[in-house]
């Protein structure tokens, strides 16, 4: 399956890939901080979670057979991400954005 991307002037949207656990961890923790009613899980209970737990996370959302999830970026700086099932399987897709 071909790589998702899309540029326009400043913005690319792009996949994550496998091994950015750390970048995703970021995002969804700033994510859960900013908007705690919008997910199931709280921000206090991620926090503390290892980085295996990021790990096993990260690689559900790029796996071929799994979730997909995209990125936002301008200028080099992840502000967004959407994700949802890949499968054709109905899921609850999820997507945050930076506020500023």
């Known amino acids: 399956m071909p790589s998702i991307s899309f540029h ?3 913005v ?3 996949e994550l890939e496998r091994d950015e656990w750390a970048l995703f961890r970021k995002l969804r923790l700033c994510a859960l901080a900013e ?3 919008a997910f199931a899980r709280r921000f206090v ?3 503390g979670q290892p980085d295996a737990h990021w790990i096993r996370l990260t690689e559900s ?4 057979a799994g979730q997909t999830m995209l990125l936002a970026e ?4 992840s502000f967004g991400w959407s994700s949802g099932s ?3 399987s ?3 897709p999820a997507t945050w954005a930076a506020c500023g």
């Open 74 to 77: 301008e200028d080099g700086r």
């Open 35 to 37: 908007s705690p009613r």
């Open 12 to 14: 690319r949207i792009r």
């Open 8 to 10: 326009s002037p400043g």
């Open 90 to 92: 109905i899921r609850r």
């Open 61 to 64: 959302v790029t796996s071929p």
């Open 86 to 88: 890949s499968t054709g």
């Open 45 to 47: 209970d991620k926090r």
